[in-house]
């Protein structure tokens, strides 16, 4: 089951705006601005530093930045029956050509979500897609690349059902971060996966439950910390340490408060894994 939720990425914080998501991230001092949606006149562009934007595609889509190894890969799944994932890494200031990705099966559903992350070897990203004929139904795909951004060998799926927010790797596998949608809101839940992308135990719950986005998470100096937009208006960055996978149905602390967040605003993490707000 999914919840119906438009969500970014990890490593990149992401503002959901009506039909339209915004995901920013820091490269050597440049911000880079990823801009997805869905519905009517939807498309996917791309804005590096003051650049004028670059349409990525036209049509519905959803997509992640992952900062390291000097460059910065971004990933978009997009709507299409042959190869709907692509991935373009900029490196120097200069943009990469797309290396698209197969879908593992024979399946034509639809762009959800995308979380990226850094690896010791150079990424992984996290294609998620709603199947076409039902709704609640989600299926996850797991690509890696090399640390130029390049894919390495095809995607697999992986076993993870879940509305999916935000990935990072925790030195052995990888933290994810997901949506969990109940009667008294949504609630941030996380959950390990190995390193070949099999989960290690059963969601729990991250948060209280209340107004959850923008997720991205930091994983530095032994711990895992989740950034997020929350609070009862949405209108604050709350931070909570996820490095320790709680419990499904046991209340977790209380996030710390880290100021207004402005709606307008979205957050991108700097290169000392703090988090930034951006207009």
């Given at each position: 089951m999914v919840a119906a939720v438009v969500v970014g990425t990890a490593g990149a914080a992401h503002a959901d705006l009506g039909n339209t998501t915004i995901t920013a991230a820091y490269v050597a001092g440049d911000l880079v601005r990823l801009t997805t949606g869905w519905g009517k006149g939807a498309s996917a562009s791309l804005v590096v530093g003051h650049d004028k934007p670059v349409v990525l595609h036209d049509g519905d889509s959803a997509g992640a930045l992952a900062t390291g190894h000097g460059r910065i890969v971004i990933a978009l799944a997009?709507?299409?029956?042959?190869?709907?994932?692509?991935?373009?890494?900029?490196?120097?200031?200069?943009?990469?050509?797309?290396?698209?990705?197969?879908?593992?099966?024979?399946?034509?559903?639809?762009?959800?979500?995308?979380?990226?992350t850094e690896t010791p070897d150079g990424f992984t990203v996290f294609f998620q897609e709603i199947q076409s004929d039902d709704p609640s139904a989600a299926h996850t795909y797991m690509a890696k690349l090399d640390t130029d951004g390049a894919p390495v060998g095809a995607a697999v799926e992986v076993p993870v059902p879940w509305a999916l927010g935000a990935a990072a790797w925790n030195g052995s596998g990888y933290h994810l971060a997901l949506f969990y949608t109940e009667s008294t809101g949504m609630r941030l839940s996380m959950v390990t996966l190995s390193a070949d992308g099999q989960?290690?135990?059963?969601?729990?719950?991250?948060?209280?439950?209340?107004?959850?986005?923008?997720?991205?998470?930091?994983?530095?100096?032994?711990?895992?910390?989740?950034?997020?937009r929350g609070g009862s208006g949405g209108d604050r960055l709350l931070e909570s340490d996820v490095t320790s996978i709680g419990s499904w149905g046991t209340e977790p602390k209380k996030a710390k408060d880290r100021g207004k967040l402005p709606l307008a605003s979205t957050i991108a993490i700097t290169a000392t894994g703090a988090p930034k707000k951006v207009k």
């Open positions: 997009v709507d299409a029956a042959d190869d709907p994932f692509e991935v373009i890494a900029i490196a120097d200031g200069k943009r990469g050509k797309p290396a698209t990705i197969a879908r593992p099966v024979d399946r034509h559903d639809l762009p959800f979500a995308v979380a990226a989960p290690q135990q059963h969601p729990d719950w991250a948060s209280r439950a209340g107004f959850i986005s923008d997720v991205h998470l930091v994983a530095a100096d032994g711990k895992v910390r989740a950034f997020y």
